[in-house]
């Protein structure tokens, strides 16, 4: 397997963030911004901790961001009803157009990048990244352990 691959697919995932981000930029949401709110929109309700996790940044810049987006209307906190500690985070309905928005230039961006592909292979190529994403969602403690004892 070629040592590039990991710089490819990490690149690849920098520029499509780049492209996006440029393509957003006039909306007025920064691209941590739209990623919770596709979050949030994907699933609904996530406390803060949680979403701080999904979006692998610290908890006090989550809350920032939630701050923000409340203050413009488009996150509300509601108490957990299992937790009164925890705050659930949700879209509001102004914000559903502007999700719209953004998944339209998602869609346009992703197009682009996949410009000359035939849709076999689009397809190929998507079910082989969700299979490599499933492959580094599953624990790899015992893959490790077979390492050092192989």
Request: with cysteine; charged share 30%; glycine share 6%.
């Amino acid at each position: 397997m070629s040592e590039h691959f990991g710089f490819y697919v990490s690149d690849i995932g920098r520029l499509m963030r780049k492209h996006f981000d440029a393509a957003t930029r006039d909306i007025g949401v920064t691209g941590p911004q739209w990623r919770l709110l596709f979050t949030l929109h994907r699933q609904p309700g996530i406390n803060q901790g949680q979403l701080a996790d999904r979006l692998e940044v610290e908890p006090i810049t989550t809350c920032r961001m939630v701050d923000r987006l409340e203050q413009a209307g488009l996150v509300e906190r509601r108490r957990d009803p299992a937790d009164r500690r925890a705050w659930q985070i949700f879209i509001t309905d102004a914000a559903l157009p502007l999700i719209e928005e953004l998944r339209e230039i998602a869609h346009l961006k992703l197009a682009e990048a996949v410009a000359g592909f035939t849709p076999e292979e689009v397809d190929t190529l998507t079910q082989m990244l969700a299979r490599l994403r499933d492959n580094l969602l599953e624990d790899p403690a015992p893959f490790l352990k077979a390492q050092k004892h192989g």
